[in-house]
Every structure is written in structure tokens, then in C-alpha cells.
């Protein structure tokens, strides 16, 4: 079946520094990828998405590529910013086998930017 | 309504009382998830609606819990005989195309 893996966190970065938290996949077929991010106290909100391999998503500064040959699409940016402290969350959906575009989530990873 | 609804936001009940949970999500979205996310964790998958097919359930923690989505739009999620162990934050997501859409979600907490 379809998984997704994300680097574990937490990651505690300065601000100013240069982001990434790795993402792979395991999928069948050719699955999107989605970078979702959930703000404290707030819900989840897609940040960034790719459709097709070698396709580059980007929002907010951030960006991912959708890498086939390395089944990867990991998040990163340049200089993080305080306010991009959150829990991001890799996630792919996949219409093979029937599922209809389930999506697969990984487990998250915790964001921390200090001053 | 504009987006995904959830309710109660918050909800406090006693150690083996049942609960209901309820979203209602975005019209139109034929796909509707349940998550569950416990503090400082991840998200855990619960169970999965898509149209008229039957529902994938392999989430489901265990037969305490159950969930239904009536006439294709709104969904229960029902857990019987709570335990401690079920506090946590019930997040409801609609779909279409791949994107999904999240409530606020439920904050269950068991006494």
C-alpha cells in the first residue's frame, strides 16, 4: 500500500536559517504530493502541492519538487521566519488500485523557529 | 457552508460513556476522512468514505469505534465505551480531486 515518511522532528532552527524536512513515498502509480501545515491552534491547511514528477510547488517562501527517480518531495526554505513555527505534514494521494484519491499522510514534524 | 464543520468543538465525558461525533463537510466532496491526533503526535488515520463504495475502516482503532456518513454528506463518528486513552483531537477532512480540506476538529477529552 501507499505510505509516506517524514523526517522526525522536532526541528528547532534560528531565524534566518535555511529549511528542510525530507519527505519519501511509497506509491503505486503516479501519486500527487502535498506539504500541509497546521499553525498552533489552528487546523490543517495545504501549504504546497505537485502533481507530476519534476514539477516544483511553492507558497509562502516555501517550496518542494516532486522527484520520481528518488520517490522524494522535500520541503524546504530558504530563511525560515518565527511564524513559520508549526507541524508540517507530507502527504501524497493516489487513485491506483481503486482507492480514489485517498490521501496518505506521514506523521508530522515539529517546526520551532526562535528569535 | 464554505468549509468543513465540525461538532461539539470541545467535549468532556466520563470513562464509559459513548460519544458522537459530527462533521459536516464541504458540499460536493465525495471523500470524507476521519483523524485522530493525539497530543504531541501525528496524525493517525481512522476511516475513509469515498461516494457510494464501502468505507475503509482499517484505521479503526478498535470495535469501540464505528463511523457513518449518511446520504453521502455528513458523517459520525461514534466511540462506545470511552477510555482514557481515546482523549484526543478529531479531525474531519472533505476532499476532491486529492485536496483535502480540514474542520477545526473535536477535542475529546475522557474523565
Known amino acids: 500500500g501507499n505510505s509516506v515518511t517524514q523526517m522526525e522532528g522536532p526541528v528547532t532552527l534560528s531565524e534566518e536559517a535555511f529549511l528542510t524536512i525530507n519527505c519519501t513515498y511509497t506509491a503505486t502509480g503516479y501519486p500527487s504530493l502535498f506539504w500541509y501545515v497546521q499553525y498552533p491552534g489552528e487546523g490543517l491547511q495545504l501549504l504546497l502541492k505537485?502533481?507530476?514528477?519534476?514539477d516544483k510547488g511553492s507558497n509562502k517562501g516555501f517550496e518542494a519538487t516532486y522527484r520520481k527517480e528518488t520517490t522524494s518531495f522535500h520541503l524546504e526554505k530558504g530563511s525560515v521566519q518565527v511564524s513559520d513555527s508549526a507541524v508540517y505534514f507530507c502527504a501524497l494521494s493516489s487513485n491506483s488500485g481503486g482507492s480514489n484519491y485517498k490521501l496518505t499522510f506521514g506523521k508530522g514534524t515539529l517546526l520551532t523557529v526562535n528569535p | 457552508g464554505a468549509g468543513v464543520s465540525q461538532s461539539p468543538s470541545n467535549k468532556v465525558t466520563e470513562k464509559g460513556k459513548d460519544v458522537e461525533l459530527r462533521c459536516d463537510p464541504i458540499s460536493g466532496h465525495t471523500a470524507l476522512y476521519w483523524y485522530r491526533q493525539s497530543l504531541g503526535q501525528g496524525l493517525e488515520f481512522l476511516i475513509y468514505?469515498?461516494?457510494?463504495?464501502?468505507?475503509?475502516k482499517s484505521g479503526l482503532p478498535s470495535d469501540r469505534f464505528s463511523a457513518e456518513r449518511t446520504g453521502g454528506s455528513v458523517s459520525t463518528l461514534t466511540i462506545q465505551r470511552t477510555q482514557q486513552e481515546d482523549s484526543a483531537v478529531y479531525l474531519c477532512?472533505?476532499?476532491?480531486?486529492?485536496?483535502?480540506?480540514f474542520g477545526q476538529g473535536t477535542r475529546l477529552t475522557v474523565v
Open positions: 468514505f469515498q461516494g457510494n463504495s464501502a468505507p475503509d
Open positions: 477532512a472533505s476532499s476532491v480531486g486529492g485536496r483535502a480540506f
Open positions: 505537485a502533481t507530476k514528477a519534476d
